[in-house]
């Protein structure tokens, strides 16, 4: 029995060791940005902080990486797109990088479907495509006390950077107890499109926000969105022609409902709009 306990210690050592080695390597480099979950978030935050030409920056969802990915460039629009897992939190610290790389712009677009501004930090998508990539001690001065809250009721943020968490997907059980009493704009949306919005002021570019392709099967749905909450927010300014601007495509071009299945057909929709 001795002998089998020690055999087992041994091999727990080993494999332990094995892990580190490889959260080490993936580690070094970066190399597991490009492996793991929200690989698309690692190469925007990448982008973002890098000079650009391009008079115009383009932050989306996942639909508006679709149709403008952030793999792609050219030196009219510098996409950022990548996944409304970040939250407009997310969002805005990418604009900020992009900022504070020296890059002048002219015109920032915000490509979101109509509900990807509910995002709280409450999804179970948090730890990876936010807590991960995001809540770093670079950003601190970027976190506010409500994002700071909202992460803290993640089980096992503060372990959240450590090598074999970080370059794993790996991510803690959790379920979202808060109460949602919004349909457009969760708390950490309107802070954080504010903020978006200041730096649209502060540095002298237009805030331009467009909605993603959404599929006629969810029309009643966008209807029956609160608009009202845009008002309580004072966000009329920001929000000026967005629901107008939904284009609404047959039920047969989504693969999920969401995400178009041959999204380049449709970019010709906006070229008089993002350009």
């Not at 793999?71 to 996944?83: G, H, K, M, P, V």
């Not at 237009?206 to 909605?211: D, E, P």
């Not at 909450?229 to 939904?246: D, Q, R, T």
């Not at 495509?249 to 993002?274: C, M, Q, R, W």
Request: some cysteine.
């Amino acid at each position: 029995m001795k002998h089998f306990v020690f055999k087992t210690f041994i091999f727990v050592l080993i494999a332990i060791g094995i892990f580190h080695v490889k959260s080490f390597y993936l580690l070094a480099n970066e190399r597991y940005t490009k492996k793991v979950l929200g690989s698309e978030v690692y190469y925007s935050i990448e982008k973002s902080k890098k000079k650009s030409p391009a008079k115009k920056v383009l932050l989306g969802d996942s639909v508006g990486k679709q149709m403008y990915d952030n793999y792609e460039n050219n030196d009219t629009i510098n996409s950022l797109a990548c996944n409304q897992a970040i939250s407009i939190a997310g969002q805005y610290m990418l604009l900020h990088n992009y900022i504070e790389a020296g890059n002048k712009i002219d015109t920032a677009y915000v490509f979101f479907t109509p509900f990807s501004f509910t995002n709280n930090l409450n999804q179970v998508f948090t730890y990876n495509y936010f807590v991960k990539p995001f809540y770093r001690q670079e950003n601190a001065a970027l976190i506010t006390p409500l994002v700071r809250q909202q992460v803290k009721k993640i089980p096992y943020t503060a372990i959240a950077q450590y090598p074999c968490v970080l370059t794993n997907n790996w991510t803690p059980d959790f379920e979202s107890k808060d109460p949602v009493n919004y349909t457009i704009l969760s708390p950490i949306g309107a802070e954080y499109l504010h903020k978006i919005s200041d730096l649209a002021k502060q540095n002298h570019f237009r805030l331009v926000m467009i909605s993603a392709p959404t599929s006629y099967k969810k029309k009643k749905e966008v209807e029956a969105l609160d608009k009202s909450e845009i008002v309580k927010n004072n966000l009329e300014a920001e929000f000026k022609g967005f629901f107008e601007s939904i284009i609404y495509l047959d039920e047969a071009n989504f693969s999920d409902g969401t995400h178009l299945k041959h999204p380049e057909k449709f970019k010709y929709l906006y070229k008089n709009i993002v350009r």
